[in-house]
């Protein structure tokens, strides 16, 4: 089946400083790309979609400029989040939709990246 | 807009009973209607989905789900429980819609437990 990487794992970082995870679509080509945020014992919330060559779409009350999103290719999708605070520590899982073939326009998710900010 | 119950926050079964844990939804269109599994800090991991035909879906690890259109419910089932099945589960709802890809709507999950 279809599988996405995440990268880092688990990243702990100082407030004040940016964190760059990476998500990638190890075997087809995403065409969209989503990243969620999941905090303890809640359900994934939307933050934003990617379409590779383009501008993130992201959902109300996500700020663009603290979590910024690159597509770069049809495999890579990055998630920087700027200038990190401890209200950011969360755990963030992207997901990849498949552009063509079988599993056209399923989503396959990543393993997640657990982000603490101290 | 779409929308995804779970109306349980967690699920208790014996180890070998059976299990159901409930979702209903909500959405303009046809639905396509998926469950996941999430083990402690792990990402999702797909069980099954319905998109069209028979009504009662296969998936992974023994599980299976029947879609109730007059109900708009989408309950999860397994025959006999197992310790290892103990797990957040989420119920995801997509409008099938027209014009493009519709976003996926995640119910809130329910932890079940399954008690050896």
């Known amino acids: 089946g279809a599988v996405v990487s995440q990268h880092p794992s688990r990243v702990i970082c100082k407030s004040g400083t940016s964190v760059k995870i990476e998500c990638r679509s190890l075997d087809f080509q995403a065409t969209t790309m989503f990243w969620y945020r999941q905090f303890p014992k809640q359900s994934l919330m939307l933050m934003a979609t990617?379409?590779?060559?383009?501008?993130?779409?992201?959902e109300q009350g996500v700020e663009k400029d603290k979590f910024l999103i690159n597509h770069a290719s049809l495999t890579l999708s990055t998630l920087t989040v700027t200038s990190a605070h401890p209200e950011d520590s969360s755990f963030y899982i992207c997901?990849?939709?498949?552009?063509?073939?079988?599993?056209?326009?399923?989503?396959?998710f990543g393993p997640g990246t657990r982000l603490t900010v101290l | 807009a779409q929308s995804v119950a779970q109306p349980e926050d967690q699920v208790n079964v014996a180890e070998g009973n059976p299990l159901t844990v409930k979702c209903t939804y909500s959405?303009?269109?046809?639905?396509?209607l998926f469950w996941y599994v999430q083990y402690p800090n792990r990402g999702l991991q797909f069980l099954l989905k319905?998109?069209?035909?028979?009504?009662l879906v296969k998936g992974s690890y023994g599980f299976e789900a029947e879609f109730n259109k007059s109900q708009t419910s989408f309950h999860l089932k397994k025959p006999s429980a197992l310790v290892s099945d103990s797990a957040l589960y989420f119920c995801a709802v997509r409008d099938s819609g027209s014009g493009g890809y519709q976003k996926v709507t995640f119910g809130t999950g329910t932890k079940l437990q399954v008690i050896p």
């Open positions: 997901s990849a939709r498949v552009g063509s073939g079988r599993a056209y326009n399923e989503q396959f």
């Open positions: 959405v303009s269109g046809n639905p396509y």
């Open positions: 990617s379409n590779e060559g383009s501008k993130a779409t992201y």
């Open positions: 319905y998109i069209t035909g028979d009504n």
